[in-house]
C-alpha cells in the first residue's frame, strides 16, 4: 500500500477581494504564475536575482548554487554579509525614526523602539558580548523572556558572529541542559525571572539548575537582564548583569562580515525519539527565505504593523520576529504576556490598540480563544487588520471559518503557511492577492519551491491521493545540517529509500487536490490504518471540529485484531467535560457525526473526553501519549516537554 487515502472533502473557495488584489505585491494568479515559471526555466537565475535584489552584500557572491557532496549544499558561497546589518543598519538612512518594535509588557505597558534606537541597543550589546571575549563561530544559548532584550540578544549575536541557540523560557532545567551541552555554549543569556499572565516564572534558577547537571564546561559567562528585580542567586565570577554589561560600551559595533553559509544560528526540535536535534541554518540562504516570503506571503507593506504572536523559542519567532520584520523595516509587535490574561480578550484588545494590520498565530491559540471566547472578536475594534496568518498545524476548515469570519470580518484572507524549523521560512502558502483561499487548505508552493506528493518508491501520486510530502530541488532556506551530526541529517532527511536520496523529505503526509492545492494529514508517523486504508490523523480530526460541540479533537491508532488499527479519539468539548449518561450520549453523536462527514471507516471505536489535549509547549498534540493513553499503557516517555501534565490522568480512563 503505497499511498494514504483522502477523506476530507471541503469545497468552499475564498478569491481574493478586487480592494485587497489592487495593492497586493502579487496582484493576481498570472504575477505568481510569472515567477514560479522564471524558477522553473532557470533555476539559478531565479535564486540568483532574488538574492542580489532582497540582499545588501559586503561582497558579491558569484556563484549560487554548490551542490558539493548532496545533500550538504551551499548556496551564494563567495558572497560576505552581515544578517544583522541587512536588519538595522540597512533602515538608518531612510528610516530611522520608524517604529521598529511596539512592546507590549504582560501587565500592558507600552515601550517603542524605533529603528536608531534598536541599532543602538544591538551594538551596545555586541559590544558587551565581545568584552566578554565571545567571538565569530561561538555558540550562545538564548533564554530570555519574549521581550525587545531577547531580539536584541539575537541580533547581536548575528552582529559578532556568534551562533546563537534560543531555548524556549518554557522549557525545564534538563531540557535546556541538554541543549546547552550539546551546543557547546561558551555564554547563557537570560533574565532574572520571566512574567507572563501575571506569574513570575524563575528563568536565572532554572539556568543554574542546568549548569549544575555538568557537562556543560564550556559555559564562561552568564548575562543576567533584570526583569523582575527580584533576587536570584548570583556569582559574580561567572554572571554579569546586562545593564552592567552594556554601560558605557559604544553605541556603534563595525559588524563582522561572514561567510554567506556561515551558520547564523542553531534551534532544538524534537522528533517522535531520540534527542532533540539542533537544526543548523545558514546567513544568506536563511535571510533571503524570510525575505521572499515576508513579501509574497506576508504581502508585506511599508505601513503594515505587523504581529507574529510566536515567542522567539520557535522557529517561527526566529524568522517572523527577530529577522524577516527587521529585514523589511517594519514595525511590528512583540508581546510579552499570554492570550487569556487579564482575560481571553487580549489578543483583540492589542490588535485594536496598536492598529495591527497583519496578525500571524497558531491554530491551537484559535480553537482555544473559540472555547474561551467565541463571540468576544466582535467587542473590538479589529478594522485595521488585512491580514491573518496561521501555522504550526493544519487549521480544521471550522476553525479557519471562525478566524476569517470573527476576527477577519469576512474582509481579511487567510494565509495558511506550511513550514518547518528546517525549512526555515514558508514553502507553501497562498499569495493572498494571488491566490483563492481553500479553508484548510495551504494553497501552493511558493516561486522556487519544488514541493510534491509521492509514493514510497518516489513516485509522483495523482491529485487526490495522498503520499508524503517532499520537496524535490535544494532552496536557500533550508537548514544545512544538524549541529554535530551530519549523517542524522542526511538519513533524517534524505534518505534513500524514498526518492533516493534526492528529495527532502518533510515528514509529513500529503494530498494535492483536483485544483493542485495542497492539503496537509498529518505526520507520517501518526498515519492509521483501519481495515486496509490509510489515513492521516487530519481529516478525521477536522471532521470531529467541525461538529459545533467540539472544540479540538486528536485521533490516533490502537491495535485491533480484525481491522488492523481502530481509531481512538480524544475530544474537547466546547461546554464542560460530560460524564455518566451524557457522556455516552455523547459518544453515540460524535461516532454517527464522523460517519456521515466522511463515512464509516472513519467512525472513531472509542472517545474519551478532557478539558484540554497533552501539547508540547509550542502547542503541538502530542500524539504519541495518546497512543499509550490508548492502548492503556504506562507512560514511561520523557514528559518533559509536556505544557499540561495534568490532563494525562484525566485521559487515562475509557468513557465506557
Ligand atoms: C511541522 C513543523 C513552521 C513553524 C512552526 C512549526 C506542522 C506547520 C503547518 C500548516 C499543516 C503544519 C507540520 C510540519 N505544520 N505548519 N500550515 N499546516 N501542518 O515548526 O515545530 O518545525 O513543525 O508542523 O507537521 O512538519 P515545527
Redesign the pocket.
Known amino acids: 500500500m503505497s499511498t494514504i487515502e483522502t477523506v476530507l472533502n471541503e469545497t468552499r473557495v475564498f478569491p481574493p477581494s478586487t480592494e485587497f488584489a489592487k495593492h497586493a505585491n502579487l496582484p493576481n494568479i498570472a504575477a505568481y504564475k510569472t515567477l514560479c515559471a522564471q524558477a522553473e526555466d532557470d533555476y539559478l537565475g531565479f535564486w540568483g536575482k532574488q538574492a542580489d535584489e532582497n540582499i545588501l552584500w559586503h561582497k558579491p557572491f558569484t556563484h549560487v548554487l554548490d551542490e558539493g557532496t548532496p545533500p550538504f549544499f551551499k548556496w551564494f558561497d563567495d558572497g560576505e554579509l552581515n544578517v544583522s546589518y541587512n536588519c538595522l543598519d540597512k533602515h538608518l538612512s531612510t528610516q530611522p525614526d520608524k517604529t521598529a518594535i511596539i512592546f507590549e509588557a504582560d501587565d500592558g505597558s507600552v515601550t517603542r523602539s524605533s529603528y536608531r534606537d534598536l541599532h543602538q541597543r544591538v551594538c551596545q550589546f555586541a559590544n558587551g558580548l565581545k568584552s566578554l571575549n565571545i567571538k565569530k563561530g561561538d555558540c550562545v544559548v538564548i533564554y530570555m523572556p519574549m521581550r525587545i532584550e531577547a531580539v536584541v540578544a539575537m541580533q547581536a549575536c548575528a552582529r559578532i558572529g556568534a551562533i546563537h541557540s534560543v531555548v524556549f523560557g518554557g522549557f525545564s532545567a534538563k531540557s535546556l541542559h541538554e541543549r546547552i551541552h550539546d551546543a557547546g555554549a561558551v555564554a547563557v543569556i537570560t533574565a532574572d525571572e520571566q512574567v507572563r499572565g501575571g506569574k513570575n516564572n524563575p528563568l536565572k534558577i532554572t539556568v543554574d539548575n542546568a549548569i549544575k547537571m555538568g557537562g556543560t564546561e564550556s559555559v564562561r559567562s552568564i548575562i543576567v537582564y533584570q526583569r523582575s528585580g527580584n533576587d536570584v542567586p548570583f556569582n559574580p565570577t561567572r554572571d554579569i548583569w546586562w545593564h552592567e554589561l552594556v554601560n558605557g560600551k559604544a553605541s556603534d559595533c563595525e559588524p563582522e562580515w561572514v561567510d554567506a553559509e556561515h551558520p547564523l544560528f542553531t534551534l532544538y526540535?524534537s522528533g517522535s525519539t531520540g534527542k532533540p536535534k539542533g537544526v543548523q541554518h545558514s546567513s544568506a540562504g536563511y535571510l533571503l527565505g524570510t525575505i521572499v516570503s515576508m513579501k509574497w506571503v506576508f504581502d508585506y507593506q511599508s505601513d503594515d504593523v505587523f504581529w507574529c504572536t510566536a515567542d522567539v523559542g520557535?522557529?517561527?519567532g526566529h524568522s517572523y520576529v527577530t529577522y524577516g520584520p527587521l529585514a523589511m523595516g517594519a514595525t511590528q509587535v512583540i508581546f510579552e504576556g499570554i492570550p487569556t490574561y487579564p482575560d481571553a480578550g487580549r489578543f483583540w484588545k492589542i490588535i485594536q490598540n496598536h492598529k495591527v494590520t497583519t496578525f500571524y498565530t497558531a491554530p491551537t491559540a484559535i480553537r482555544s480563544l473559540i472555547k474561551l471566547g467565541h463571540d468576544l472578536p466582535s467587542k473590538y475594534d479589529l478594522s485595521s487588520l488585512r491580514l491573518l496568518g496561521?501555522?504550526?498545524?493544519?487549521i480544521n476548515p471550522e476553525a479557519w471559518m471562525w478566524y476569517y469570519q470573527k476576527v477577519g470580518q469576512s474582509r481579511c484572507p487567510i494565509v495558511?503557511?506550511?513550514?518547518?524549523?528546517e525549512t526555515g521560512s514558508h514553502m507553501i502558502a497562498p499569495a493572498p492577492g494571488a491566490v483563492p483561499l481553500k479553508p484548510g487548505s495551504?494553497t501552493f508552493p511558493l516561486p522556487g519551491i519544488f514541493a510534491a506528493i509521492v509514493d514510497e518508491a518516489g513516485q509522483d501520486v495523482e491529485n487526490g491521493k495522498g503520499g508524503f510530502l517532499v520537496i524535490k530541488r535544494p532552496f536557500p532556506s533550508l537548514a544545512r545540517t544538524l549541529w554535530g551530526d551530519s549523517e542524522r541529517f542526511k538519513k533524517t532527511y534524505f534518505p534513500e529509500d524514498v526518492g533516493q536520496g534526492k528529495y527532502y523529505l518533510?515528514?509529513?503526509s500529503a494530498n494535492c487536490d483536483a485544483d493542485g492545492y495542497f492539503w496537509?494529514m498529518g505526520?507520517i508517523d501518526d498515519v492509521l490504518n483501519v481495515s486496509g486504508h490509510r489515513l492521516g490523523t487530519m481529516e478525521i480530526e477536522s471532521a470531529l471540529v467541525a461538529n459545533p460541540l467540539v472544540a479540538e479533537a486528536a485521533v490516533v491508532g490502537k491495535p485491533h485484531e480484525v481491522n488492523g488499527e481502530s481509531i481512538v479519539a480524544f475530544v474537547v468539548l466546547k461546554d464542560e467535560l460530560p460524564v455518566g449518561d451524557a457522556a455516552t450520549t455523547m459518544v453515540d453523536e460524535l461516532r454517527r457525526w464522523v460517519a456521515k462527514e466522511i463515512g464509516p471507516i472513519a467512525k472513531p471505536e472509542e472517545i474519551r473526553f478532557g478539558e484540554n489535549l497533552p501539547k508540547t509547549r509550542?502547542g503541538k498534540i502530542m500524539r504519541r501519549l495518546l497512543r499509550t493513553l490508548a492502548n492503556n499503557e504506562e507512560i514511561t516517555q520523557d514528559i518533559s516537554t509536556l505544557e499540561n501534565p495534568a490532563i494525562l490522568e484525566q485521559l487515562k480512563l475509557p468513557t465506557r
Open positions: 526540535t520557535w522557529i517561527t496561521s501555522v504550526g498545524e493544519p495558511d503557511t506550511w513550514w518547518q524549523t495551504c518533510a515528514g509529513d496537509i505526520r509550542s
